[in-house]
């Protein structure tokens, strides 16, 4: 066997951390000070956060390459999310990558998606370069979260090599970064020396043809279908004929229309690839993450993109109320499935399977929140559907029953210690940790089941007043920790269509919260507010205040309701019941039960009549 060889004119890392530690502010850095723009350019903030959604909520969603150049060497960044729901776009992104920057808020420190992500990076043996963001905060503690990084680096089983990883000090939204908390603050170039000197170059064998393993796809209106990954070996030329081996092994062939490479965020035409290049190709349909595009002459197929199995599932069907068709422009079973089988196309962690309604299919990610992305993408794309609860997915393993376990983190002032610890044990959640720095604010550690945390987001916030922050992830599956309530309360539900009246709102309004406003259209089985206690009652929302020719003092005051405060979407998924489903259009959002019929509900004991 030849002797591995060096592209020392390139290098590919990942950003990794968890969210909201800073990896898009230090991209825009990195990509302003590697001469990307002219000094008079006037460039938005977080440059890699393209989407809609992304830049609405703060957060990355989908991992993203780029390019900037040092020292006549080209380096390839990708931007990883730092949320635990989309898990799957950084498993993709580290198969394309030699190294990561791990970057870790000198304040909070370490915290779960931070041990994820760098679980992945160290099975994958990438050397690591540890950057401590956020150091001019005046809660910083740069030398007790090196320490804390230490321990998640032993308590992942690191080998001496890892342990010996190079630590840099930044405020990437000055775009600076130092290798001594002492150093001038002056600009990047300390990161960008360390990735060359730290990053290996990409290594590949000069005697084999080319190979490129396909972890990312695109869509061009002009190019069509786009293949987006990493050359393994080998160089290859415009129009070039190769084949695709997808998971059936089965080499399909394909001729190599367009090469581009990254420079910055845009792309540019290339004659020819060489190993290590992110490259993206065009000329070919049927390809999926994780094909191999090898040489006919040698059709080896690499190991394909392996992620961790989805852990909820979530019902997607067609809108089957009164009020269906209204709002949406995409209402048919075949286009939403066209459209959820895209994203699964495109997102390795989701995975749409068939029901036995033809209506409905069954969508498996890893969070409700991913799903909540999806469905919020969808209908501001103008599809029209009903979605279920998000469910939990089971497995049983030797004959018991096991569920997927999170593990969570919790920052919160020392008052709410109490309630917290409360409601998280009578969702089954068990202490792991507890520390307290005397600040005032605690950090505790839970191990709950995922389907405790279904629902539980919004309540936490409103315990602790708002100051709380929770994040969690994914820790593995454990036996099945017995059965709790989701809901202490019940729901109000409308027993006739119509247009909601402000008289019969003002009478309701004892019996609970009212999610609709006078003038609303409602239906028999939509849901119209929250009930003070645990069961369901039909109410008749659109009942008119009776008119009589006799005047009285008082009859004719002004009725002043409460101010309803819409739910978001996330909100409205965590409120939801097993019998409830959503009804999501461009417009609105609501909230009904799976059987409208307030007569057939009674028969199966699902409420009590109320006239």
Same mark, same amino acid.
């Given at each position: 066997?030849?002797?591995?060889?060096?592209?020392?004119?390139?290098?590919?890392?990942?950003?990794?951390? #968890?969210?909201?530690?800073?990896?898009? &502010?230090?991209?825009?850095?990195?990509?302003?000070?590697?001469?990307?723009?002219?000094?008079?350019?006037?460039?938005?903030?977080?440059?890699?956060?393209?989407?809609?959604?992304? @830049?609405?909520?703060? !957060?990355? !969603?989908?991992?993203?390459?780029?390019?900037?150049?040092?020292?006549?060497?080209?380096?390839?960044?990708?931007?990883?999310?730092?949320?635990?729901?989309?898990?799957?776009?950084?498993?993709?992104?580290?198969?394309?990558?030699?190294?990561?920057?791990?970057?870790?808020?000198?304040?909070?420190? $370490?915290?779960?998606?931070?041990?994820?992500?760098?679980?992945?990076?160290?099975?994958?043996?990438?050397?690591?370069?540890?950057?401590?963001?956020? !150091? %001019?905060?005046?809660?910083? @503690? $740069?030398?007790?979260?090196?320490?804390?990084?230490?321990?998640?680096?032993?308590?992942?089983?690191?080998?001496?090599?890892?342990?010996?990883?190079?630590?840099?000090?930044? !405020?990437?939204?000055?775009?600076?970064?130092?290798?001594?908390?002492?150093?001038?603050?002056?600009?990047?170039?300390?990161?960008?020396?360390?990735?060359?000197?730290?990053?290996?170059?990409?290594?590949? %064998?000069?005697?084999?043809?080319? #190979?490129?393993?396909?972890?990312?796809?695109?869509?061009?209106?002009?190019?069509?279908?786009?293949?987006?990954?990493?050359?393994?070996?080998?160089?290859?030329?415009?129009?070039?004929?190769?084949?695709?081996?997808?998971?059936?092994?089965?080499?399909?062939?394909?001729?190599?229309?367009?090469?581009?490479?990254?420079?910055?965020?845009?792309?540019?035409?290339?004659?020819?690839? *060489?190993?290590?290049?992110?490259?993206?190709?065009?000329?070919?349909? %049927?390809?999926?993450?994780?094909?191999?595009?090898?040489?006919?002459?040698?059709?080896? $197929?690499?190991? /394909?993109?392996?992620?961790?199995?989805?852990?909820?599932?979530?019902?997607?069907?067609?809108? &089957?109320?009164?009020?269906?068709?209204?709002?949406?422009?995409?209402?048919?079973? @075949?286009?939403?499935?066209?459209?959820l089988d895209r994203e699964a196309l495109r997102n390795v962690s989701i995975r749409v399977e068939d029901t036995e309604d033809r209506d409905a299919f069954l969508v498996k990610g890893?969070?409700?929140?991913?799903?909540?992305?999806?469905?919020?993408?969808?209908?501001?794309?103008?599809?029209?559907?009903?979605?279920?609860?998000?469910?939990?997915?089971?497995?049983?393993?030797?004959?018991?029953?096991?569920?997927?376990?999170?593990?969570?983190?919790? %920052?919160?002032?020392?008052?709410?210690?109490?309630?917290?610890?409360?409601?998280?044990?009578?969702?089954?959640?068990?202490?792991?940790?507890?520390?307290?720095?005397?600040?005032?604010?605690?950090?505790?550690?839970?191990?709950?089941?995922? /389907?405790?945390?279904?629902?539980?987001?919004?309540?936490?916030?409103?315990?602790?007043?708002?100051?709380?922050?929770?994040?969690?992830?994914?820790?593995?599956?454990?036996?099945?920790?017995?059965?709790?309530?989701?809901?202490?309360?019940?729901?109000?539900?409308?027993?006739?269509?119509?247009?909601?009246?402000?008289?019969?709102?003002?009478?309701?309004?004892?019996?609970?919260?009212?999610?609709?406003?006078?003038?609303?259209?409602?239906?028999?089985?939509?849901?119209?507010?929250?009930?003070?206690?645990?069961?369901?009652?039909?109410?008749?929302?659109?009942?008119?205040?009776?008119?009589?020719?006799?005047?009285?003092?008082?009859?004719?005051?002004?009725?002043?309701?409460?101010?309803?405060?819409?739910?978001?979407?996330?909100?409205?998924?965590?409120?939801?019941?097993?019998?409830?489903?959503?009804?999501?259009?461009?417009?609105?959002?609501?909230?009904?039960?799976?059987?409208?019929?307030? *007569?057939?509900?009674?028969?199966?004991?699902?409420?009590?009549?109320?006239?």
């Open positions: 066997m030849s002797s591995l060889a060096r592209n020392e004119s390139l290098r590919n890392i990942a950003i990794i951390a #968890h969210v909201d530690h800073g990896k898009t &502010t230090l991209v825009d850095g990195l990509f302003k000070q590697s001469g990307m723009f002219r000094a008079d350019q006037v460039v938005d903030d977080r440059l890699m956060d393209s989407m809609e959604l992304e @830049r609405e909520r703060g !957060i990355t !969603i989908s991992a993203k390459n780029c390019a900037v150049g040092w020292k006549g060497v080209r380096i390839n960044i990708l931007d990883t999310p730092g949320h635990a729901d989309f898990g799957g776009e950084v498993e993709r992104a580290l198969s394309m990558v030699d190294g990561v920057i791990l970057l870790v808020d000198a304040s909070e420190g $370490p915290l779960p998606q931070t041990r994820f992500v760098l679980r992945k990076a160290l099975g994958l043996s990438l050397p690591v370069i540890v950057v401590l963001n956020k !150091i %001019d905060r005046k809660d910083a @503690r $740069p030398a007790e979260v090196l320490n804390e990084v230490y321990d998640l680096f032993i308590d992942l089983d690191a080998n001496e090599n890892q342990l010996e990883f190079p630590v840099l000090y930044a !405020i990437g939204r000055d775009a600076v970064a130092m290798n001594n908390l002492n150093d001038e603050r002056k600009d990047l170039s300390p990161l960008f020396d360390a990735i060359l000197k730290y990053i290996p170059a990409p290594s590949y %064998d000069p005697e084999m043809p080319f #190979h490129m393993l396909v972890a990312d796809l695109d869509y061009s209106d002009y190019l069509g279908r786009l293949a987006v990954g990493r050359i393994r070996n080998g160089r290859a030329h415009t129009k070039d004929a190769l084949v695709c081996i997808g998971e059936d092994g089965k080499p399909r062939p394909l001729r190599a229309t367009r090469f581009q490479v990254y420079q910055g965020k845009n792309m540019v035409d290339v004659d020819e690839v *060489s190993p290590g290049d992110i490259v993206v190709m065009a000329g070919i349909e %049927d390809v999926t993450i994780g094909d191999t595009i090898c040489t006919a002459a040698d059709p080896s $197929p690499l190991p /394909r993109i392996k992620v961790d199995d989805p852990t909820v599932s979530m019902r997607f069907g067609i809108n &089957t109320s009164p009020l269906a068709g209204r709002e949406g422009k995409i209402v048919q079973a @075949r286009k939403i499935r066209e459209r890893r969070g409700e929140f991913q799903m909540a992305i999806i469905v919020e993408t969808m209908r501001r794309e103008g599809f029209e559907l009903t979605v279920g609860r998000p469910e939990v997915i089971f497995k049983e393993i030797d004959g018991q029953k096991y569920e997927p376990i999170e593990e969570v983190s919790i %920052d919160c002032d020392e008052i709410y210690m109490g309630v917290v610890t409360e409601k998280l044990n009578f969702r089954k959640g068990r202490m792991t940790n507890c520390v307290n720095n005397g600040t005032g604010r605690v950090r505790l550690s839970f191990s709950v089941p995922a /389907r405790g945390l279904i629902g539980y987001r919004d309540e936490f916030l409103t315990d602790t007043k708002g100051t709380g922050i929770l994040n969690s992830n994914y820790s593995g599956y454990e036996p099945y920790r017995g059965d709790f309530l989701t809901r202490m309360t019940g729901s109000l539900i409308a027993d006739r269509a119509g247009n909601a009246v402000a008289y019969a709102l003002f009478n309701l309004e004892p019996r609970g919260r009212l999610f609709v406003v006078p003038g609303d259209p409602v239906y028999e089985g939509m849901v119209v507010g929250e009930h003070n206690r645990d069961n369901d009652i039909d109410v008749n929302v659109t009942k008119e205040k009776k008119l009589t020719n006799l005047r009285a003092a008082g009859h004719d005051e002004n009725i002043i309701l409460t101010p309803v405060r819409p739910m978001s979407l996330e909100q409205c998924l965590n409120f939801m019941r097993e019998d409830e489903l959503l009804e999501v259009t461009p417009q609105s959002l609501r909230l009904r039960k799976a059987v409208l019929s307030c *007569s057939e509900r009674y028969r199966m004991g699902g409420g009590r009549k109320r006239v």
